[in-house]
């Protein structure tokens, strides 16, 4: 279901109320976090932040993708991370940002000013709760991310990064049948954040294509026809491993 963002809208209504930063919040600090938000938009290929940029807002994605990147002293860049919708941007009590963060899509965020945020937290455990929730899970991302790339096949890297997709685009209203998405990277953008050639990017779709676990008409519209297939595609057993 897509709202259309603007300041008017109202937090019980947002897409990602459940799954945000404000996810626990009752009525009363839903309330708080009401009077406090204001939207930003950034167009697809905008900078959102640079890396060492003072943290004036923090903010939680509301639509779009925006991408974490870091650029070395000779001018080599190395995308490390992807925002989705309901991913949190900024950590309280932190004064500067440590990535660039860039949109890949057209990007809406839900902002909050640092320092009244900061004091929210300290004041409302389920924020606080919350936040420490999200950043386990970021953890956790990163230790998987760890393992594709150390130790999985071309393949499987692109098997995970399409289930990744899936499971952060799906939506209760979803019917059940085939998962369909919008792919927001373009191809050489995918191989930069899997360390991928473009062309083993496009082979390895093609072949998935070809077995019958995924569609496309095109570079943009996704369905994964065999989610099962898809995951043993993955190397990762029903419990999270690796598949010896």
């Given at each position: 279901?897509?709202?259309?963002?603007?300041?008017?809208?109202?937090c019980?209504?947002?897409?990602?109320?459940?799954?945000?930063?404000?996810?626990?919040?009752?009525?009363?600090?839903?309330?708080q976090?009401e009077?406090?938000?204001?939207?930003?938009?950034?167009?697809?290929?905008?900078?959102?932040?640079?890396?060492?940029?003072?943290?004036?807002?923090?903010a939680?994605?509301?639509?779009?993708?925006?991408?974490?990147?870091?650029?070395?002293?000779d001018?080599?860049t190395?995308?490390?991370?992807?925002?989705?919708?309901?991913?949190?941007?900024g950590?309280?009590?932190?004064?500067q940002?440590d990535?660039?963060v860039?949109?890949?899509?057209?990007?809406?965020?839900?902002?909050?000013?640092?320092?009244?945020?900061?004091?929210?937290?300290?004041?409302?455990?389920?924020?606080?709760?919350?936040?420490?929730?999200?950043?386990?899970?970021?953890?956790?991302?990163?230790?998987?991310?760890?393992?594709?790339?150390?130790?999985?096949?071309?393949?499987?890297?692109?098997?995970?990064?399409?289930?990744?997709?899936?499971?952060?685009t799906?939506?209760?209203?979803?019917?059940?049948?085939?998962?369909?998405?919008?792919?927001?990277?373009?191809?050489?953008q995918?191989?930069?954040?899997?360390?991928?050639?473009?062309?083993?990017?496009?082979?390895?779709?093609?072949?998935?294509?070809?077995?019958?676990?995924?569609?496309?008409?095109?570079?943009?519209?996704?369905?994964v026809?065999?989610?099962?297939?898809?995951?043993?595609?993955?190397?990762?057993?029903?419990?999270?491993?690796?598949?010896?």
């Amino acid at each position: 279901m897509q709202i259309a963002l603007t300041a008017a809208v109202r937090c019980a209504e947002c897409p990602i109320r459940h799954r945000a930063v404000c996810a626990r919040c009752d009525d009363d600090e839903l309330s708080q976090l009401e009077g406090m938000k204001t939207y930003k938009t950034f167009k697809a290929g905008q900078p959102i932040l640079w890396r060492g940029d003072d943290l004036v807002f923090v903010a939680s994605v509301v639509q779009g993708v925006a991408a974490l990147s870091k650029t070395l002293e000779d001018g080599r860049t190395q995308m490390v991370g992807l925002l989705l919708p309901s991913d949190f941007i900024g950590r309280p009590g932190r004064g500067q940002i440590d990535f660039d963060v860039t949109a890949t899509t057209d990007v809406t965020l839900c902002c909050f000013e640092r320092k009244p945020f900061e004091k929210l937290v300290d004041d409302t455990p389920h924020v606080a709760q919350r936040l420490m929730e999200l950043a386990l899970d970021e953890l956790d991302a990163a230790r998987d991310w760890m393992l594709l790339l150390g130790r999985k096949t071309a393949r499987e890297k692109i098997a995970t990064f399409i289930q990744m997709f899936v499971r952060r685009t799906h939506t209760d209203e979803q019917a059940a049948g085939p998962d369909q998405f919008n792919m927001p990277m373009t191809r050489d953008q995918i191989a930069n954040y899997l360390g991928l050639t473009l062309e083993t990017v496009s082979r390895q779709f093609n072949s998935l294509k070809k077995e019958g676990v995924i569609s496309f008409g095109d570079r943009k519209t996704f369905t994964v026809v065999d989610m099962a297939a898809l995951h043993n595609a993955t190397g990762d057993d029903a419990d999270g491993g690796m598949i010896d």
